[in-house]
């Protein structure tokens, strides 16, 4: 069995000026294609710098990283986009739509990374929209949305590539209890029904509990 | 709390250092028009000393080798005596042709009075001369009128006479004074009938006719205009009779005409002095014209000037506009944690302000430390210091207001960051 | 980059700066300001020095320009005299024709009870082969009418309109300063900044009243030297330079004169730095001060415009970070910010160019400089473009490199570092 995220012997520290500070320490990671993992942990933890340098965010101090088994060797900047712009796709606490786009403008972002024809990727967009269930107000601005409504829309902007990944921060974490379900049946559906590799950081127990696996996270290091 | 913002002005040195470079650079320029538009208002309101109204200049171009400038070839080889002879033929018969031009113009119906002046005000040439007198240099301005030039020109006899035949044959030359010579060089005394002693360095004693004596006091002739500040100024008695080459031969002609007399006396009065001397160039103007030419010369390196001012302002709004946004991105934390910590709209308005206010000050502060050097050192001694005082605060005013102004807009922006959202960047 | 993108790049470069519209009328107004400022002076130096008609010929025309006699206390510069010309510069080796014109001079001739002012110019007949003037009627006058000092004149088209109304001039005659003329020719107006060829009437040298000018070393006259080729100047300059340095003064308080032939450029250096026994002028000089006043007016605003930007960059940081999340290299976002900074520049230059036309044409229309036609010709448009387009990069290209170095991490939390 493949892996599709992989890695070994991970460390991240932060230097800042004299104060140095271990994010994460010896993290050794495998997840499975179509896997649905959570990560926790209390606050301070890592659990965000893990899913940033899952992310190609950020670069580790020591140790691999390889993502469907390819192994990434270089962190050079045009490398990296090409990889974020085909494997991955983010989904924020805080949604981070551009407030000056409109919602299908904000979706098409990741394609316009990519060579193909306005239609198409216009096409691309409303099919995601439509994925996530907001096929009214496409042409509203994020600030004219609900919270839900706007995480949708982050959702859409998300899978609208077709990434084999999908790295959520907190997803729920600014909804209320019912649109934040909305959002996790969303999410399941894209994993039974794409078989999309999904690592979701919460603090929320109740959604760990939903996914597959759990990785605990103190003090940076994993714990069971 | 000034305390707190030289603090936070202090700790962001080095995006604040290029505004305070061009605050600084704005006010200089700024004090440097400002006090030459002062000084202009300021000598504006003194007195000319002469009428500007119906008053007509003639200028008089002989075309003669000769003439003004030394610098004509005469036919070489020819005897150096005759030369002279020939020269002072030739001088005579073209002041006895002046005179009679003046005769002339006298004869038009339109003159109420003609005289001659070597040097007519709002004119490019100029005159000076200087004078040693108890131990003292006195500079003033200098000029040579006919016995008419006061009717003429309105001048304003404070003290004595103008010119006139009782001079004749006397063993000195008379002169008129303006009052700030007078006092300049007989505090407190009465100058009438006072000596000049001419003490040229390098001379032997002067000859007893080349002392000057003062015959009369005038308030003011003001021969560069109402821009200009006031100086020391003296006349000269000019006869035409006089066949002295050293002695003054005034080539401007002033008239003195009627009330009524429209733009065709020009016409009338030039045609008449061409048919008395067709070979000589006449260009007559009105005083009035002479004025509005000369005053547009004197406002062009104002406007110039203006101009770079401006410049510099608008650079420094942009500047300004650019720190101060910069400042209200990067601070959008530091701000949502003062509103959650108690402090209202206003507060965060006032702080910003303040901090703009605090660098404009230390900005100013280095340009009055430098812009007072000059009445200190009395760089420009015409310009009183009443005069830069002004200007300084004109100036100060409306760098403030500037700088206030483009840190307003900012402000409102900062302030309208609410708390929640500004933490939630967390 | 494909045409979407770039329409991308518009759309939301369009929002951007309309968001925050006080900070980009500040940008807009600051440009736009610049850019009149320095155009308006570029238009102002070319149409003082740049080759316009009728002087075609100055790549290969040297002109002696100004005179300066020194003596003991005092030094006298002014402009030469005819017979300093007559005598020193004629015959020069290398010189295909001398000209020699006499400096604009107001005279006034009365018609129906005005007054009209003119400006005459007194020259000989190689003058209008020096020159080419664009003769609207007739022609100029030779040889001939200026050995025999004919009263007859080629006058500017605005002379022509003020003496006869609308009709033709030649062959009519006019009364100035008290002598009567007859035309000969019509040309049109030669800006007065032009001081070679300006004038409204223009006259065989040997019309003027006295003969007094044949005999003056110093003032009131100009010369032309016309050389086969360029490389005919330095040889030009010598023999001039040593025909002068022996030649006859006045009297013997004068020591020294000078009057080298140069370019017009190369003569107001001299006046303007020319110290007292300077022979030469210093042309380096000027061109030195007219570039740092062009660098000082562009650096400033430049500086300006590079804080604008990164306070624009920075506002936008999580923006940044969520476009390298979803896969944009460094060099798109680049790009992307160089669109927006060039629409900005480009509406700003747009509106400069605007304002400068403007502005010159009131400067036109003003009587402050008769004859004043400041156009943005050819050479001006194109200053005016490299100068925009030295904003647009320039003030785009720090931004954009530090914006290049965002962190995504950071740049998501609203930093850039």
């Known amino acids: 069995m493949s892996t599709m995220i992989h890695l070994s012997g991970v460390d991240k520290v932060y230097r800042t000026d004299r104060i140095e500070t271990v994010a994460l320490n010896d993290i050794n990671l495998d997840v499975t294609p179509g896997e649905f993992v959570s990560v926790m942990g209390p606050s301070g933890c890592g659990k965000s ?19 469907n088994d390819g192994p990434i060797s270089s962190y050079r900047d045009a490398a990296l986009a090409r990889i974020r712009n085909r494997e991955l796709g983010f989904i924020f606490q805080t949604f981070h739509l551009i407030p000056d786009l409109s919602v299908v403008d904000n979706v098409e972002i990741p394609l316009l990374y990519r060579r193909m024809a306005g239609s198409e990727r216009r096409k691309l967009a409303l099919a995601a929209l439509e994925r996530v269930g907001l096929t009214s107000r496409i042409h509203h601005f994020p600030s004219q949305l609900s919270g839900g409504q706007q995480q949708r829309v982050a959702i859409a902007r998300a899978i609208v590539g077709g990434p084999r990944i999908l790295l959520a921060d907190e997803p729920t974490g600014n909804l209320d209890s019912q649109m934040g379900d909305e959002i996790m049946g969303i999410l399941h559906g894209l994993q039974k029904e794409s078989g999309t590799t999904i690592v979701m950081v919460t603090h929320d127990p109740r959604l760990a509990e939903q996914t597959q696996r759990t990785i605990r996270l103190f003090d940076g290091r994993q714990v069971q | 709390m000034i305390r707190h913002l030289l603090k936070l002005v202090w700790n962001r040195k080095r995006p604040n250092l290029l505004i305070a470079i061009e605050i600084l650079l704005s006010f200089l320029v700024l004090v440097a028009v400002t006090t030459v538009a002062v000084f202009y208002v300021d000598n504006y309101q003194k007195p000319l000393g002469f009428d500007v109204d119906r008053i007509w200049t003639i200028s008089v171009e002989t075309h003669e080798s000769g003439g003004r400038s030394s610098t004509t070839i005469e036919s070489t080889g020819a005897d150096p005596a005759a030369a002279v002879t020939r020269a002072s033929q030739a001088r005579i018969a073209r002041r006895e042709q002046l005179g009679r031009l003046l005769l002339t113009l006298r004869d038009l119906r339109e003159v109420e ?72 060089l007989f505090p407190g005394g009465d100058p009438i009938g006072q000596f000049i002693a001419e003490d040229r360095p390098g001379d032997t004693a002067p000859k007893p006719a080349d002392r ?27 006869r035409f009779e006089d066949t002295d080459a050293d002695a003054s031969e005034p080539r401007e002609l002033v008239i003195r005409v009627r009330p009524g007399t429209t733009g065709a006396f020009e016409e009338r009065a030039v045609t008449a002095l061409r048919n008395a001397a067709p070979d000589w160039t006449f260009q007559a103007e009105t005083m009035m014209q002479s004025r509005e030419t000369a005053l547009q010369y004197w406002l062009a390196p104002l406007s110039a000037a203006a101009i770079v001012s401006v410049f510099l302002l ?11 946004w910069l400042h209200i991105t990067q601070r959008t934390r530091e701000i949502g944690l003062r509103r959650a910590k ?75 960051i609410q708390p929640a959202e500004a933490l939630r960047y967390e | 980059m494909g045409y979407t993108m770039i329409r991308s790049y518009l759309k939301l470069a369009w929002k951007v700066l309309w968001r925050r519209k006080f900070f980009t009328v500040i940008s ?32 290969r025309t040297l002109g002696v320009y100004r005179a300066r006699m020194i003596g003991d206390h ?83 088209v605005t002379t022509r309109d003020r003496f006869f109304g609308g009709g033709p001039g030649v062959g009519r005659t006019f009364e100035a300063d008290g002598q009567r003329f007859r035309v000969i020719g019509v040309v049109p107006d030669v800006p007065i900044l032009r001081l070679v060829a300006s004038g409204d009437i223009y006259a065989p040298v040997t019309t003027a009243k006295t003969d007094a000018y044949k005999r003056q070393l110093m003032g009131g006259f100009g010369g032309l030297l016309l050389a086969r080729s360029p490389s005919d100047f330095p040889a030009i300059q010598a023999e001039l330079e040593s025909r002068i340095r022996a030649a006859e003064l006045p009297d013997k308080n004068w020591h020294r004169l000078y009057a080298p032939a140069e370019t017009f450029f190369d003569s107001v250096a001299g006046n303007l730095f020319g110290g007292r026994d300077e022979e030469r002028s210093h042309p380096e000089r000027l061109w030195a001060l007219i570039l740092i006043a062009m660098l000082l007016f562009s650096l400033l605003p430049t500086v300006n415009l590079v804080n604008l930007n990164m306070s624009r960059i920075m506002e936008r940081a999580s923006e940044i970070g969520v476009r390298k999340a979803f896969g944009a290299s460094s060099r798109t976002l680049v790009n992307q910010f160089i669109v927006e900074n060039l629409v900005l520049t480009l509406i700003g230059g747009a509106a400069g160019f605007v304002l400068s036309a403007f502005v010159l044409r009131a400067l036109n229309a003003s009587s402050l400089i008769p004859y004043a036609h400041f156009t943005i010709n050819g050479r001006v448009f194109l200053y005016g473009l490299g100068l925009a387009v030295f904003f647009g990069l320039l003030s785009g290209v720090y931004p954009a490199w530090r914006m290049s170095r965002f962190h995504p991490v950071q740049a998501l939390k609203g930093a850039g570092r």
Not at chain 2, 314 to 321: E, K, R, S
Not at chain 3, 37 to 57: G, K, N, Q, S, T
Not at chain 3, 127 to 135: A, E, G, K, N
Request: glycine share 10%.
């Open chain 1, 49 to 67: 710098t893990l899913l940033n340098v899952i992310g190609l965010l950020d670069e580790p101090t020591k140790g691999q990283v390889r993502l």
């Open chain 2, 113 to 184: 009075s003609a005289a001659a002046v070597a040097v007519i005000p709002y004119g490019s040439s100029t005159w000076t001369s200087d004078v040693e007198l108890g131990g003292k240099r006195h500079r003033y301005g200098a000029n040579s009128g006919t016995d008419d030039l006061a009717r003429t020109m309105g001048l304003d006899l404070l003290r004595g006479r103008w010119f006139s035949r009782e001079d004749d044959g006397a063993s000195w030359r008379p002169v008129v004074v303006n009052q700030r010579l007078a006092q300049e």
């Open chain 2, 212 to 238: 000057m004596r003062v015959v009369g006091v005038i308030r003011e002739f003001r021969k560069d205009g109402e821009y200009a500040a006031p100086e020391n100024f003296l006349f000269e008695r000019a």
């Open chain 2, 314 to 324: 608008v650079m420094v709004a942009m500047g300004l506009t650019g720190v101060l």
């Open chain 2, 342 to 416: 108690g402090a209202t709209v206003l507060n965060i308005q006032h702080q910003l302000v303040g901090e703009v206010v605090v660098l404009t000050s230390i900005s100013v502060a280095i340009g009055v430390g430098i812009a007072i050097q000059f009445p200190i050192l009395d760089v420009f001694g015409v310009i009183s210091p009443g005069v830069y005082a002004a200007s300084i605060l004109i100036s100060l005013a409306c760098i403030y207001l500037l700088t206030m102004t483009c840190a307003w807009v900012p402000s409102r922006v900062a302030s309208a």
């Open chain 3, 28 to 59: 807009l107004f600051g440009i736009c300001f610049t850019l009149v400022v320095l155009m308006v002076a570029a238009a102002v130096l070319d149409h003082i020095f740049a080759p316009i008609a009728p002087e075609v010929r100055q790549d």
């Open chain 3, 74 to 156: 005092r030094s006298q510069t002014s402009l030469p005299g005819y017979l300093l010309l007559d005598k020193y510069a004629r015959n020069l080796p290398g010189v295909e024709r001398f000209a020699i014109f006499s400096m604009p001079q107001t005279v006034y001739s009365y018609q129906g009870g005005q007054r009209i002012k003119s400006l005459i110019k007194r020259t000989n007949a190689e003058y209008w082969r020096v020159l080419d003037f664009d003769f609207l009627e007739g022609g100029p006058f030779g040889d001939q009418d200026v050995t025999n000092g004919t009263m007859v004149a080629v006058i500017n």
